[in-house]
């Protein structure tokens, strides 16, 4: 029997729109440097919508300019201290000052970003249902007393220095996630990430590696903060960002360390940045900040085992990737 009626038109709410497999994932924080780099690659993935909340504080919409006006892309400005009513199944937490230039500006701000921040971005979740995941911060160990650090660590924090804003914030931050999780069940990923570099870092935000590359640019001298003998470790940003991704995707809420575990002295940073960029350049020692933290690396046995993880790029190789970035931004080209 053929039925000669038309068949019936669907429910709005059986169409394909309302049973798309898309996967709405929001990035706080989107419009800055680590930030742009994980909207770029979730935007790869078709089955991706990207909206990124972000109240331009750090970021720019330069960042993101590739991606406004494409259909599965949305920017919305939105400081994450006031709530947010939207419909997601991912949350990709960044939304923080990172350098202590910006995060020391207005540091009653960066706690309030901190805390009712990640506060509002759990109750999001909660609402909606959505995994979430925090970038957390290898500030968190402080000025550490051991050596390399490991999650199991609990720092060893100023609760009232100039930094505090940041890290005992982001301590907060950590502990608002377990609350929320233990409590109300959210799925929760939490990454300790550790100095990260790459093309979009804020040329005047003061941290080192954008203020030695900077430098070298503009044939300035690279200053070395005393003593120079301090350690830090570099993750280059593709790295960061598919450590972040596996976090995600991955079934272990963390803490897990995020970064590079090659440790390099203030003076080896420098005289590696002089030979890559410009040998003809001049290092000289300043002074340094309170609280700088002496020596700094990951130990990224976790991530290693948990999520398959481990960079990639080696400082060497990542340095020069910066370069053709920051002179065009910086309008100094490279002689011929
Ligand atoms: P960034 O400053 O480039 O990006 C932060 C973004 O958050 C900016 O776009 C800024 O405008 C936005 N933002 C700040 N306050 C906001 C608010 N109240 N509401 C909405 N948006 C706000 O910094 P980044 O280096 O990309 O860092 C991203 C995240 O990674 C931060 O949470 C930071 O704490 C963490 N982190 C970064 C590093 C690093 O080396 N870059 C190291 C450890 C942790
Ligand atoms: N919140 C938000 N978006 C939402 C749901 C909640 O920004 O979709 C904010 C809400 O304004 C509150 C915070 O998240 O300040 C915590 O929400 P929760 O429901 O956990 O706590 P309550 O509102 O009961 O204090
Ligand atoms: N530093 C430096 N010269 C600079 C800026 C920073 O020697 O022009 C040093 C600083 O004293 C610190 C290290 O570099 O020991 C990393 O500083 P940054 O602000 O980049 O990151 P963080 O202290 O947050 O790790």
Request: glycine share 8%.
């Amino acid at each position: 029997h053929i039925s000669s009626k038309p068949p019936p038109t669907p429910s709005p709410l059986r169409s394909a729109k309302f049973f798309q497999a898309n996967m709405r994932i929001l990035v706080t924080g989107g419009a800055g440097f680590i930030g742009s780099h994980l909207v770029d690659k979730l935007m790869q993935n078709e089955k991706n919508e990207v909206i990124v909340a972000d109240n331009y504080f750090t970021g720019s919409k330069d960042n993101l300019k590739k991606w406004i006006g494409h259909p599965r892309f949305e920017l919305i400005r939105h400081d994450v201290t006031e709530p947010l009513l939207i419909e997601v199944d991912q949350i990709y937490h960044l939304a923080c000052p990172a350098s202590p230039i910006f995060y020391k500006y207005n540091p009653v701000k960066t706690i309030k970003t901190n805390v009712i921040g990640t506060l509002n971005m759990l109750g999001l979740a909660k609402r909606v249902g959505a995994r979430i995941l925090l970038t957390s911060t290898s500030e968190v160990y402080g000025d550490p007393l051991i050596h390399p650090q490991d999650e199991s660590y609990w720092g060893n924090v100023n609760p009232i220095g100039v930094r505090s804003c940041y890290d005992e914030g982001k301590r907060v931050a950590e502990t608002l996630m377990f609350d929320y999780h233990r409590q109300h069940g959210i799925e929760i990923r939490i990454a300790r990430i550790f100095n990260t570099y790459g093309p979009r870092m804020n040329i005047d935000d003061g941290r080192v590696v954008s203020n030695f590359i900077a430098q070298a640019i503009r044939s300035e001298p690279l200053t070395v903060q005393a003593p120079g003998t301090q350690t830090r470790s570099f993750c280059y940003v593709s790295d960061m960002v598919d450590g972040l991704i596996r976090l995600m995707e991955g079934d272990n809420t963390g803490p897990i360390n995020i970064g590079n575990p090659g440790e390099f002295t203030m003076l080896e940073l420098a005289e590696t940045v002089k030979e890559l960029i410009n040998p003809a350049v001049e290092i000289i020692m300043v002074e340094n900040t309170p609280d700088d933290p002496r020596q700094r690396k990951p130990d990224i046995t976790k991530a290693k085992e948990l999520l398959g993880w481990e960079p990639k790029i080696k400082l060497r190789d990542g340095l020069p990737l910066m370069e053709d970035d920051f002179r065009t931004r910086l309008e100094v080209p490279r002689k011929i």
